[in-house]
């Protein structure tokens, strides 16, 4: 089992920057995928961004140019820095950690973040 804690969630002012991070309980060296998600009230959790274990990073439209995610092996951490914070992107965010040889995933309880003046 693998432990998940996500923290650098708060109240920001639009345009405001945020930085994220998911500290694992072990090594994310073998995960294939280091992943946020996010959910607003009423919405469906939807990914945010990605970055596997070459490297390669994704990002869902509405953040690109904006977040940036970062992994830091050594650190058994995931960040997400999020610049130029719109009231749009209030919600709770979550870190994901997925294993493609098993298909299993964890998650961890999330953070919540409100932009909002």
């Known amino acids: 089992q693998v432990q998940l804690v996500e923290s650098g969630g708060g109240l920001v002012q639009p345009g405001g920057s945020l930085r994220l991070s998911c500290t694992a309980s072990r090594s994310i060296v073998t995960f294939s995928a280091m992943e946020w998600y996010r959910q607003a009230p009423g919405n469906e959790r939807e990914l945010v961004a990605s970055?596997?274990?070459?490297?390669?990073?994704n990002y869902a439209d509405s953040v690109k140019g904006r977040f940036t995610i970062s992994r830091e092996n050594a650190k058994n951490t995931v960040s997400l820095q999020m610049n130029s914070l719109k009231p749009e992107d209030t919600a709770v965010y979550y870190c994901?950690?997925?294993?493609?040889?098993?298909?299993?995933?964890?998650w961890g309880k999330g953070t919540p973040v409100t932009v909002s003046s």
């Open positions: 994901r950690a997925y294993l493609s040889t098993s298909g299993i995933n964890y």
């Open positions: 970055v596997n274990s070459a490297g390669s990073r």
